[in-house]
């Protein structure tokens, strides 16, 4: 019996050596790959052994390693055309005919995580296949669904030029055989529950497959083939709390991020939350906007509340490319305007979220979170009211929480105002929002608000500070520098929308 360490059996981050099963489209892509300069795509969701296949293809065929040329696209995100992707793997001048030349020495370029590309340059790249089809260059294109459906079957023309095959899950046949081969290599036997329980979990997916088999070897302590039989003893529950604890450290923390939202926003309805607990809910790896939209929004019975929901979830889309970048996902996840779908690109992030208990991410959101009473607090002279109660209805119609003091008549009827608007402008609002006019710094009112802003400033990590120029005044303590909103361009209704945004409503 051949002596096999356990990453040659089973393996997360590699292509395995013994454990690979044909699926039953392999004879077909073996045929194109063959096929002289024969285009060949192979799509579909991130942990279905695309590029395990077409490297299994490939030796199969018996294609030598120098004789392809390999190009993981998520080193080339940054290249806006196919040309200067191609030029700096190369090494090469950005000329399409000096590149040209190379590609025609190898049996073919792959390109794997063709979808990590720019739209420009996978434009570009798609655009030179049927010219690349008569000059005998072969191009294999590796990547999740659409990005790549799109561009190279779109043309009638390319599509007989290029075999396109879309790579789903596995049915349970095919997880048996992949833990079969592992047994026989290593010489161990899963029980019953456990073996169940992989094939249950993986979804058909051959990298959740090896993952869980490698984990149970590991919790097991089989490092290697076994001399005498070894019954694997460990359960599904173990190998799952095993996994969890394992990509608690590289993703916890980042979906706690991305739940929060912007680095300073403040949210009142959670959607990001929504958002990403409707993802680990979804089974697949690319959930379209209209999925979430429905799940989130449609499913509100309440109609006003509905109203600001969609507000809120629209404003969260806008920002989202932003929120996954700041927040550490980008290698993981990634957000298509274009298409309108979110793309889980990490297989492993796929499985965490399947795994992970949502409330553990509930609770840190609220420990974050500072409740105000108020979302805005404003500050104006009299000769800006009529503007400014517009504003304050515009934002309320957007869920806005405002304090207004004609909305507080009651409320401060008899007060001392003094230590009153002191606590609501130091202490009850998440943001301030001046109103700067000509008569704003001789007013004694806005002067103290303004005092007493400036020092709340000072305590907190956002920007508390808003201000709004309704003339070219300058106020003391107030630098130029600052980003101002333009009132005398802007609408109320705009400016509402802006605040909305800032509060991630």
């Not at 509905?306 to 927040?327: F, G, M, P, Q, W």
């Not at 957000?335 to 979110?342: A, E, G, M, P």
């Not at 008569?439 to 806005?446: A, V």
């Amino acid at each position: 019996m051949p002596d096999y360490r356990l990453g040659q059996v089973f393996s997360a981050t590699s292509i395995p050596d013994v454990t690979f099963v044909q699926p039953p489209n392999f004879p077909y892509i073996c045929n194109a790959l063959e096929a002289p300069g024969k285009h060949v795509t192979v799509y579909g969701p991130t942990g279905c052994g695309k590029t395990t296949l077409i490297t299994k293809a490939g030796e199969h065929l018996a294609v030598a390693d120098t004789d392809i040329f390999a190009v993981n696209a998520r080193n080339y995100a940054d290249c806006p055309s196919g040309s200067s992707v191609f030029s700096r793997a190369l090494d090469c001048p950005a000329d399409w005919t000096e590149i040209e030349e190379l590609l025609g020495l190898v049996a073919y370029a792959l390109v794997d995580d063709f979808h990590f590309l720019s739209p420009d340059a996978r434009q570009d790249i798609s655009s030179r296949l049927k010219l690349w089809h008569e000059r005998g260059i072969k191009i294999v294109i590796v990547g999740i669904a659409q990005t790549v459906a799109e561009l190279v079957t779109g043309d009638p023309e390319l599509s007989i030029r290029n075999d396109t095959y879309g790579i789903g899950s596995q049915d349970p046949a095919f997880v048996e055989e992949l833990i079969s081969l592992g047994e026989a290599a290593l010489n161990v036997d899963f029980n019953d529950d456990l073996r169940t329980g992989i094939v249950e979990l993986s979804s058909g997916f051959p990298s959740i497959a090896q993952l869980l088999c490698e984990t149970a070897c590991v919790t097991s302590g089989v490092t290697g083939t076994r001399q005498l039989m070894h019954r694997i003893p460990c359960t599904i529950d173990e190998v799952v709390d095993a996994l969890t604890g394992r990509f608690d450290d590289m993703f916890f923390d980042r979906v706690v991020g991305f739940a929060k939202g912007k680095e300073h926003g403040k949210q009142k309805y959670n959607t990001y939350f929504d958002i990403i607990a409707t993802i680990a809910a979804e089974p697949g790896s690319e959930i379209p906007v209209e999925t979430l939209r429905q799940k989130i929004i449609l499913s509100i019975p309440d109609k006003d509340f509905r109203a600001k929901k969609y507000t809120s979830y629209y404003n969260c889309l806008n920002n989202l490319a932003d929120v996954i970048e700041a927040r550490g996902l980008s290698q993981a996840m990634r957000y298509d305007d274009n298409s309108q779908t979110i793309y889980i690109t990490d297989p492993n992030l796929r499985f965490y979220l399947r795994l992970l208990d949502l409330s553990r991410v509930e609770e840190q959101l609220l420990a974050a979170q500072i409740d105000y009473p108020y979302d805005v607090a404003v500050s104006f002279a009299g000769e800006c009211r009529e503007f400014v109660a517009e504003t304050v209805k515009a934002m309320e119609k957007l869920g806005i929480r405002v304090f207004y003091d004609n909305d507080s008549v009651a409320e401060m009827w008899g007060k001392d105002l003094q230590p009153y608007l002191a606590e609501v402008y130091a202490n009850k609002a998440t943001h301030m929002v001046v109103f700067l006019s000509d008569d704003y710094p001789r007013k004694d009112w806005p002067r103290f608000e303004l005092e007493i802003g400036r020092e709340a400033q000072g305590k907190r990590t956002s920007e508390y500070l808003l201000p709004v120029r309704m003339a070219p005044v300058h106020v003391l303590g107030l630098s130029d520098t600052i980003r101002y909103l333009d009132g005398t361009s802007m609408t109320p209704e705009q400016i509402a929308a802006v605040m909305a945004e800032k509060l991630d409503l």
